[in-house]
């Protein structure tokens, strides 16, 4: 696992805007430049926004796949990476690994992006392009604070370039922080394009991005009439081309990266030098099929909620249930997401023990988010990884969509056609829901197609906390049935007192002489 160095005392160290480790745009960083011979031309700029963009790697890469993990959805069996004392519900504020993740990177992008909105006036350069550079980076400042607050709750509150002084500044409550980042996001919408980039600015911001992360925002907050508002914006946003990605499948691999579909992403690549290593952390652990470590299975309490695929519900009287596999006959998305006994994994049969249980830990393996398939595919060396990282997506607007007017006025006509899409793109038949679902109904069914369209990509954690449900849903016995794991319950722990927040890194309270106070229960 990786070393992160980017805590907030480390961003007040980083007066320029470059990174030392990750270069998401490929361009040279700044981080060994003096302000004073800085700042200067177009290209100046362009190197110091690829710093504000860098750190999208750090809150990204050993976090995003993992978030499932501490739910229902997935396993990990490794204490080291830092994940399993969270679904166990005794985390500390001294990690390892998770719990700093997000708060060191997101520091680290918000000094990078002070740094830059205090120096862009100074270069000479083209109005508009300057003009779209800001709007990019008070983009990733609201994003790097949305994951902050979510994760963490209340945080300082930094709009100024790196002080050392701001090692010692308090905590800022949730909603002045939230009103910033709104603020940002606002000012991001007024001035980036609504069409997508095209050449070298793949990835980068755009008006779309802003407006679904303010409606996420929105969300988050129960403002419901402002977040479907808000979301409505981007399914009517003329010029953007959003559209669902005809195959859910497809949506993941490398061959369809940045399309119609892709909002926002974390643009990874094959050298190593800007790679991930998702093929590792998810592949299964067995050499003959792939060099993965099962850092990350799906459980068989996630793979029974999937429907039938007629949009039924499971159960062994259903027409459709096969006796001889319960799993098969189920939505699309099953098969286009989870590897399972009695499919090829790689070309091979997936693997099952003398005693039948199959897989390593938990009995199933992720396809999604790999490049692995039931066919043959080219193994993937750790660090090697190149699938873009999904952090905004139009089904997911079409979803908070659904999910803000349902509770903003019912389940009207807009919400059914909202979900219609989501499912038709599924391949669901006959893909309408029930006709005359009440609002609690419409909600509980929303929350069921949230937690399979979007399982492994690090939703469903803040899902059910804003749901309120997560002293039920991270709070339970959960059963593996691999191999390695025959018959063992994981038990889940969730204190709603305690649990809802992650512990404030002890290293900054410790560097802010304890101006900055812990997240309670810890």
């Not at 902050?148 to 100024?160: F, M, R």
């Not at 909620?305 to 519900?313: A, E, L, Q």
Request: with cysteine; charged share 20%.
């Amino acid at each position: 696992m990786k070393s992160y160095k980017y805590y907030i005392v480390g961003a007040l160290l980083i007066m320029m805007g470059g990174s030392c480790k990750k270069n998401t745009f490929n361009l040279n960083p700044t981080d060994q430049l003096s302000p004073a011979s800085f700042w200067k031309t177009s290209s100046d700029a362009t190197a110091g926004l690829t710093g504000c963009y860098s750190n999208l790697y750090d809150i990204t890469e050993e976090v995003l796949p993992y978030l499932d993990v501490l739910t229902p959805n997935a396993y990990s069996n490794y204490p080291w990476e830092g994940w399993q004392a969270i679904s166990w519900g005794n985390a500390t504020p001294n990690g390892p690994g998770g719990i700093n993740y997000i708060w060191q990177g997101a520091y680290s992008g918000i000094g990078r992006a002070n740094v830059f909105l205090a120096n862009i006036d100074k270069v000479d350069m083209d109005a508009s392009l300057k003009a779209r550079m800001t709007g990019e980076v008070k983009f990733l400042r609201a994003l790097y604070y949305f994951n902050l607050i979510n994760y963490y709750g209340d945080v300082p509150l930094i709009l100024t370039p790196p002080d050392l002084n701001q090692a010692k500044q308090a905590r800022t409550p949730v909603a002045d922080v939230r009103q910033q980042i709104l603020k940002d996001l606002d000012d991001a919408t007024t001035v980036l394009p609504a069409q997508p980039y095209t050449g070298a600015d793949i990835g980068r911001a755009t008006k779309g991005a802003a407006l679904t992360l303010k409606a996420k925002v929105l969300l988050y907050n129960g403002q419901w009439a402002d977040a479907a508002a808000t979301a409505k914006s981007v399914m009517t946003l003329s010029g953007s081309g959003y559209a669902l990605f005809p195959s859910y499948r497809g949506l993941f691999l490398p061959a369809n990266e940045n399309n119609s579909e892709v909002i926002f992403d974390v643009q990874f690549e094959s050298s190593g030098k800007y790679s991930s290593s998702w093929d590792t952390y998810i592949g299964l652990y067995n050499a003959s099929y792939t060099p993965g470590w099962s850092s990350i299975e799906p459980t068989q309490d996630f793979v029974d909620t999937y429907d039938m695929k007629d949009g039924s519900t499971y159960s062994a009287a259903n027409p459709l249930a096969d006796p001889n596999d319960k799993y098969n006959n189920r939505d699309p998305r099953l098969d286009q997401t989870i590897f399972r006994k009695g499919v090829n994994y790689n070309g091979l049969p997936y693997p099952v023990d003398s005693k039948g249980f199959a897989g390593i830990y938990t009995g199933f393996s992720f396809k999604k988010y790999t490049v692995y398939d039931n066919a043959p595919t080219a193994m993937v060396s750790y660090q090697k990884s190149y699938i873009n990282g999904i952090l905004l997506r139009y089904a997911d607007v079409l979803l908070m969509y659904a999910e803000a007017q349902n509770e903003a006025v019912g389940p009207d006509a807009s919400v059914y056609d909202a979900v219609r899409q989501v499912r038709q793109r599924a391949g669901i038949n006959p893909p309408d829901l029930p006709a005359g679902l009440s609002q609690s109904q419409m909600r509980t069914r929303l929350m069921h197609e949230r937690r399979i369209e979007f399982v492994g990509e690090g939703l469903y954690f803040s899902d059910v906390r804003r749901w309120k449900t997560a002293n039920v849903e991270l709070n339970r016995a959960v059963q593996l049935n691999g191999s390695y794991k025959a018959g063992i319950m994981d038990i889940r722990k969730y204190d709603p007192n305690k649990n809802n927040l992650f512990p404030i890194p002890q290293h900054e309270i410790d560097n802010s002489q304890k101006a900055i106070t812990q997240n309670p229960g810890y």
